[in-house]
């Protein structure tokens, strides 16, 4: 395999040989060891020398089930820090059938106001200056694109949010449908990639290079296997998607409601799984949708509104929890309806979501307010009336109004766990390099055996799963296969018939844990040490009003983390 280095100042490109030490690493593990080994750490996010690196796992391409994994780092204009975001879609098996280990784009126009596309063709790479596509949305764009190169491309694009520089813009993955919905999201990466004035990327589809794993035998066995245990043990998932956890977490308290003042919604059963699940039933939409070839999760769904026409693809727990619960809004429709808008625009609906809910208790917006939510979003691209300010997320939201209560570590929004109820995750959100990222290493209910408000053992667990998690990223797998340490006997086995060479556990964990370390160096030299290693003081001196829970991990014991 190799890599393009893209230098978006003079358009031209080199083609690269992957050194020896990338060999056995893709997704985020090749994105964060290149970025520390190239990037200065004070560098601009938005400036000449940051780097967008778009790497597919050393698995994605091949038929292991759910490998579908492409990663996105670059030093994030939200956080500060170094930064990994990852999608489904169809881009990374495609990168992979060309035989494309990562892409390096690198430097900034010449001209600010072009926006370019770059064409990835069988053994061929080119760029072409696209200014009609430049303000577009993301469906716009990709229609405008699949138009002129057929349906069978994928695509990656950002939205109007990324060329404004919007601190929460996404990157957005075509789905196999060719929708622009799924999106690496967190970070800001989208302002990024808006920075080298790249619009998107058109991947033409080819089989010639698909990889093929050294000891095809035991691989095949090996995913023979575990396929079938993951379509026996993911029904829930299937049928009712990721917001199969909205009851799951309103029962432990921990849904964020309207600021995150409360962690349990009374109307839950409004926006629940199951209530998605009979929407999408009863007006022709799918539940049990794979976003990327070999999906043995198939947690995706297609909703449609009440006319049957499509609106989105896919809801999301977290979108559902942080759009909708935690800005007072209980509507599945409408929900779905400002996903949709996020989708388009190139919006982290989480960062949006939280944000939102900091701007209304600030009272610049009501609380439960759809009309004025879909305004505000809107005014993110264009820069007028509170817009501008949600559009830095949500620290600089809460600092802009005067807000103190702002769920924010490193920078970013929590995600949709109260971390008084469930702890590891909390401490997941304040140690990970990251910022608050539960796909850095998510504590859900049940997992180590731990009850997820209890005190004990969560900072184990928060580091163990932080470990196994970065394994699941690097080798381009979904975390919704579960990155619990059952599952990492067959990580191992994937690793070893698929490179031909001997990777047990322990070396996997070694890997793994270089990586974070590598991440965590990267951050102190930006200034970003784990001194900033807890959570906003509010979650330790507010109870949940229903179930009393603090957050109470000692912080001596969050800022002495080692992997």
Known sequence: ?????????????????????????????????????????????????????????????????????????????????????????????????????????????????????????????????????????????????????????????IGPAGEVGSAMATIAFSDPEGRPSRHAGRGGLGAVMGSKGVKAIVISKSNDSVPEPRDKTRFLEIVKKFSLELYQTKKGL??????????????????????????????????????????????????????????????????????????????????????????????????????????????????????????????????????QMKEAINDIVTGVKIGRIIGQGAVATGRILKVSRVPAVKGQGLSAYDPRALKGTGVTYATSPMGADHTSGNCLPGRGGLKPYEDNGQVDLSKNLQIITMICDFLGICIFVGPVQENMPVFSALASSFTGEEINEEKLYDLARSILEKEVEFNVLAGIDNEQNDLPRFFREEPLPNNGYFFDIPAEELKNFKY
Do not use: W
């Open 238 to 371: 299937r049928d009712y998607g990721t917001a199969l956890l909205v009851n799951a977490i309103n029962a432990v308290g921990g849904l964020p409601t309207r600021n995150f003042s409360m962690g349990y919604n009374d109307q839950a059963e409004e926006f629940s799984g199951e209530r998605l699940n009979q929407l999408c039933n009863e007006r022709k939409g799918q539940t049990g949708h794979a976003c990327s070839r070999g999906c043995a999760v198939r947690c995706s769904n297609v909703f449609n509104n009440g006319q049957g026409d499509y609106v989105t693809a896919s809801l999301e727990y977290e979108t559902i929890a942080l759009l909708g619960s935690n800005c007072g809004i209980n509507n599945l429709d409408e929900i779905a309806q400002l996903d949709r808008l996020c989708d388009d625009l190139g919006l982290d609906t989480m960062e949006t979501g939280v944000s939102l809910g900091v701007a209304m208790e600030g009272g610049a917006l009501q609380f439960g307010h759809f009309e």
């Open 1 to 157: 395999m190799f890599i393009y280095r893209i230098n978006m100042t003079d358009k031209t490109f080199i083609k690269e040989e992957v050194s020896q030490r990338y060999k056995h690493l893709g997704g985020r593990g090749f994105t964060s060891l290149l970025l520390s080994d190239e990037l200065d750490p004070k560098s601009s996010p938005l400036g000449d020398e940051n780097k967008l690196v778009i790497a597919p796992g050393l698995l994605t391409g091949t038929i292991a089930p759910s490998s579908g994994r492409t990663s996105i780092g670059a030093k994030s204009p939200l956080t500060g820090t170094i930064k990994e975001s990852n999608a489904g879609g169809t881009a990374g098996q495609y990168l992979a059938g060309h035989n494309i280990k990562a892409l390096i784009i690198e430097h900034l126009p010449k001209d600010k106001e072009d926006s370019s596309i770059i064409i990835v063709e069988k053994n061929n790479l080119r760029l072409e200056v696209r200014n009609n596509l430049r303000g577009l949305g993301n469906y716009d764009t990709v229609a405008n694109l699949r138009s002129e190169f057929g349906d069978q491309c994928s695509i990656i694009s």
